[in-house]
């Protein structure tokens, strides 16, 4: 496939790189079988123990010199990068596509995400702002600065192979830090082809070897990442059980997590909504990538005057939808990420029957020469009760949940009647139930969103949500201050040492 060749992917590939140094293979590769047709891509060579411990000092040693480059200048390698993506965003789209399942055009949407963030990055380093302070003691002056953490390890996860790594990443280095990034082993080769891509750009701008680095592996790769007391701050992206065992192991070292955890996403669509809009923003928050977001619409929470209307234009709408290969630009929608996530499909859907729910739309897996990976699943819809425990949990599968409301009220606690707290939205023309939905008694998402679905942020804003979603915030806004520690200064220009409060101290 040309793609592969374009990315410097081969059939088989180094896991383990510090900058633009690949690590000879030690171990067993690790194995990646495309979703779409259940080809083998490529394999990768797992990192070591003693070669994690390698990339680790070698980060270290990095950063020491890294962080005296002015941030200005870190930023002009960020742009570079930004440029090189440009460039590759062609394959890279299309490897994002074919490794991890999502529509091409979700693929190129992917890459797109990296290369606004480094866009974003760039003009951050130039805006690393402190705060001035006026002190209570005359001839003094207060002010706060930020200074880079260190190393900063990113555990990312399947279904964003690419996006998620760049959004810390890219913020990470202009910041001053170095990044240690350990992808999933589900898309091992989008990390490497990231690697690939960076290798040059580090090498014609004399970037010291170690800045970025890249380990590959299972959860075992992790775990050295959160142990380990050389990391100043592990961003983690994945499930919530995932992201409580990260959090208590940096914890218990004091670490600092960064942790985008599970999402069970609702949209409330109003009395006085627009419908058409309502229906867009449904679908493809439910269906795009397969149901494989975190900010996937999971459930849709409608008021009892259009129900009936709403089923009915979800029922034709389902109906319309192509299922098939993610790189034929007609489909909607592509496979699972493999036969473990088709199982959870399939669980969550008698257990949903088992509790009562009523399928509008049948769910299944599909069968045939088209879908010969057996990856592909019918997306589905089942009318429920908010007690169901099956709507509290996330299934990660193209898998709707309608309920009924009758007032906002009542809404609003069946959206918030979940652990988890990402992404919200309501659909409605109505001023008073849009600005009711956002206020402090509304959303208790981290995300909250009128007139548009759950899924699919900018990266303007703050990324993250609350509860068992596990607090972080990526991407805009200031997460850039998740990267850096805080100091406050205050100096002394007077000829005397006044003490704050007024304390005497006379000798």
Same mark, same amino acid.
């Given at each position: 496939?040309?793609?592969?060749?374009? !990315?410097?992917? =081969?059939?088989?590939?180094?896991?383990?790189?510090?900058?633009?140094?690949?690590? =000879?293979?030690?171990?067993?590769?690790?194995?990646?079988?495309?979703?779409?047709?259940?080809?083998?891509?490529?394999?990768?060579?797992?990192?070591?123990?003693?070669?994690?411990?390698?990339?680790? $000092?070698?980060?270290?040693?990095?950063?020491?010199?890294?962080?005296?480059?002015?941030?200005?200048?870190?930023?002009?390698?960020?742009?570079?990068?930004?440029?090189?993506l440009r460039r590759q965003k062609e394959s890279l789209g299309r490897l994002v596509s074919y490794e991890m399942g999502k529509s091409l055009q979700e693929g190129w949407g992917e890459v797109q995400?990296?290369?606004?963030?480094?866009?974003?990055?760039?003009?951050?380093?130039?805006?690393?702002?402190?705060?001035?302070?006026?002190?209570?003691?005359?001839?003094?002056?207060?002010?706060?600065?930020?200074?880079?953490?260190? +190393? +900063?390890?990113?555990?990312? %996860?399947?279904?964003?192979? +690419? %996006?998620?790594?760049?959004?810390?990443?890219?913020?990470?280095?202009?910041? @001053?830090?170095?990044?240690?990034?350990?992808?999933?082993?589900?898309?091992?080769?989008?990390? +490497?082809?990231?690697?690939?891509?960076?290798?040059?750009?580090?090498?014609?701008?004399?970037?010291?070897?170690?800045?970025?680095?890249?380990?590959?592996?299972?959860?075992?790769?992790? &775990?050295? !990442?959160?142990?380990?007391?050389?990391?100043?701050?592990?961003?983690?992206?994945?499930?919530?059980?995932?992201? /409580?065992?990260?959090?208590?192991?940096?914890?218990?070292?004091?670490?600092?997590?960064?942790? =985008?955890?599970?999402?069970?996403? %609702?949209?409330?669509?109003?009395?006085?909504?627009?419908?058409?809009?309502?229906?867009?923003?449904?679908?493809?928050?439910?269906?795009?990538?397969?149901?494989?977001?975190?900010?996937?619409?999971?459930?849709?929470?409608?008021?009892?005057?259009?129900?009936?209307?709403? /089923?009915? *234009?979800?029922?034709? $709408?389902?109906?319309?939808?192509?299922?098939?290969?993610?790189?034929d630009p007609a489909n909607h929608v592509g496979p699972l990420i493999d036969q473990a996530a088709v199982q959870s499909y399939l669980n969550a859907i008698e257990k949903c029957r088992a509790e @009562?729910?009523?399928?509008?739309? &049948?769910?299944?897996?599909?069968?045939?020469?088209?879908?010969?990976?057996?990856?592909?699943?019918?997306?589905?819809?089942?009318?429920?009760?908010?007690?169901?425990?099956?709507?509290?949990?996330?299934?990660?599968?193209?898998?709707?949940?309608?309920?009924?409301?009758?007032?906002?009220?009542e809404a609003i606690v069946i959206q918030n009647g979940v652990p988890q707290g990402l992404s919200s939205a309501i659909m409605t023309l109505n001023l008073r139930e849009a600005e009711q939905f956002?206020?402090?008694?509304?959303?208790?998402?981290?995300?909250?969103?009128?007139?548009?679905?759950?899924?699919? $942020?900018?990266?303007?804003?703050?990324?993250?949500?609350? *509860?068992?979603?596990?607090?972080?915030?990526?991407?805009?806004?200031?997460?850039?201050?998740?990267?850096?520690?805080?100091?406050?200064?205050?100096?002394?220009?007077?000829?005397?040492?006044? !003490?704050?409060?007024?304390?005497?101290?006379?000798?």
């Amino acid at each position: 496939m040309d793609f592969l060749k374009s !990315l410097s992917i =081969e059939k088989t590939n180094r896991g383990t790189s510090t900058g633009g140094t690949w690590l =000879e293979p030690l171990s067993e590769d690790i194995a990646s079988y495309s979703p779409v047709d259940g080809a083998l891509i490529g394999t990768v060579s797992a990192t070591t123990a003693g070669q994690y411990g390698l990339v680790a $000092a070698q980060a270290q040693k990095a950063f020491a010199e890294w962080r005296s480059w002015p941030a200005p200048r870190r930023g002009a390698v960020v742009r570079q990068i930004g440029d090189a993506l440009r460039r590759q965003k062609e394959s890279l789209g299309r490897l994002v596509s074919y490794e991890m399942g999502k529509s091409l055009q979700e693929g190129w949407g992917e890459v797109q995400e990296m290369i606004d963030i480094c866009d974003f990055a760039v003009g951050l380093s130039r805006q690393l702002y402190g705060l001035a302070m006026h002190s209570e003691r005359p001839g003094h002056r207060m002010y706060e600065q930020y200074h880079p953490l260190g +190393v +900063v390890g990113i555990i990312s %996860a399947f279904n964003f192979p +690419v %996006a998620v790594w760049s959004w810390n990443a890219m913020l990470a280095l202009v910041c @001053g830090n170095t990044c240690i990034w350990k992808p999933s082993e589900k898309t091992p080769l989008c990390g +490497v082809a990231c690697q690939n891509i960076i290798s040059h750009i580090f090498e014609n701008n004399n970037v010291p070897d170690g800045v970025c680095n890249l380990i590959t592996g299972d959860r075992s790769a992790g &775990e050295w !990442l959160a142990a380990d007391p050389r990391i100043a701050l592990v961003s983690a992206t994945g499930s919530t059980r995932m992201g /409580k065992a990260v959090a208590a192991t940096v914890a218990g070292r004091l670490g600092r997590s960064l942790l =985008e955890l599970g999402g069970n996403n %609702a949209i409330i669509i109003s009395k006085d909504a627009d419908l058409d809009i309502a229906l867009l923003g449904a679908v493809f928050g439910a269906v795009g990538t397969a149901g494989q977001r975190c900010t996937t619409t999971r459930r849709l929470i409608i008021h009892e005057s259009v129900y009936e209307a709403v /089923k009915a *234009k979800l029922k034709q $709408a389902y109906n319309q939808l192509k299922i098939g290969d993610p790189l034929d630009p007609a489909n909607h929608v592509g496979p699972l990420i493999d036969q473990a996530a088709v199982q959870s499909y399939l669980n969550a859907i008698e257990k949903c029957r088992a509790e @009562g729910g009523r399928f509008l739309v &049948e769910g299944g897996v599909l069968e045939g020469a088209s879908f010969k990976s057996g990856c592909y699943v019918k997306p589905c819809i089942a009318e429920v009760e908010p007690l169901y425990t099956i709507v509290k949990e996330e299934t990660f599968a193209p898998i709707l949940y309608l309920l009924k409301y009758q007032t906002l009220e009542e809404a609003i606690v069946i959206q918030n009647g979940v652990p988890q707290g990402l992404s919200s939205a309501i659909m409605t023309l109505n001023l008073r139930e849009a600005e009711q939905f956002l206020s402090y008694a509304g959303s208790d998402c981290g995300i909250a969103n009128v007139n548009i679905g759950t899924s699919g $942020a900018e990266i303007g804003g703050a990324f993250g949500g609350e *509860k068992e979603t596990g607090g972080g915030r990526e991407s805009g806004s200031d997460a850039w201050k998740n990267y850096m520690r805080r100091q406050t200064n205050t100096i002394n220009y007077s000829a005397a040492l006044p !003490l704050a409060q007024g304390i005497r101290f006379d000798l």
